[in-house]
């Protein structure tokens, strides 16, 4: 079995629709999906608000490389253009972790090396999985714990955005 966590962002045209070309793509191999998020962008501060959610996926026949495959086979539909470091995006799909895997190839940073510093990821992924671990890094409910609270106020959850 091969079961992935996605981290979808996007804040560019209709945020909504984007992701949710995001979850259709993902239908048959989903498990579960977070509410959608608006956040407060991190990196570079200076653009527009974030729209996240994660997903769990999974499926027997595909390895890290395919989930990575797919997220850009996603971020290709919703037509984005590859842009500034941190930028504005009409679709962003990261792969926060595939099973206990950890990679160090620049393609595949396996778990994604941001995770523990983002509560755009923490808090999303812990409504679906209250018990999620990052391989190495430990439990997301202690390193949401250590994070800063203005962080945690940035993430706030939109109930009337449906995926
Ligand atoms: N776990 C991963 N998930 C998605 N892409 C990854 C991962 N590890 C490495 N990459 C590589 O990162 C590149 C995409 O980077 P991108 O421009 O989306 O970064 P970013 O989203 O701006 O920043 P960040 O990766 O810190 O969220 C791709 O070339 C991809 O191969
Ligand atoms: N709030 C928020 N900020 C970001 C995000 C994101 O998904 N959410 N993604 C970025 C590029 O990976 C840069 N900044």
Redesign the pocket.
């Known amino acids: 079995m091969s079961r992935a966590v996605l981290s979808l962002g996007s804040n560019l045209g209709d945020r909504l629709a984007y992701l949710r070309v995001a979850v259709d793509g993902l239908r048959d191999v989903l498990v579960s999906v977070s509410s959608v998020y608006e956040t407060a962008p991190w990196g570079v501060t200076d653009q527009p608000d974030f729209l996240n959610a994660v997903c769990i996926v999974d499926d027997p026949a595909r390895d890290h490389w395919a989930w990575?495959r797919a997220?850009q086979a996603l971020e290709r539909e919703a037509e984005r253009v590859?842009e500034q470091?941190?930028g504005p995006r009409t679709l962003?799909v990261?792969?926060v972790t595939v099973d206990d895997v950890r990679s160090a190839d620049?393609?595949?940073?396996?778990p994604?090396p941001?995770t523990a510093e983002r509560a755009t990821v923490l808090i999303p992924w812990l409504e679906i999985d209250p018990d999620a671990e990052v391989p190495g890094a430990g439990r997301a409910d202690a390193l949401l714990a250590a994070l800063p609270a203005a962080d945690k106020n940035d993430v706030r959850r939109r109930p009337d955005l449906p995926l």
């Open positions: 990575l997220g590859r470091r941190w962003d990261d792969v620049p393609e595949l940073l396996l994604h941001g």
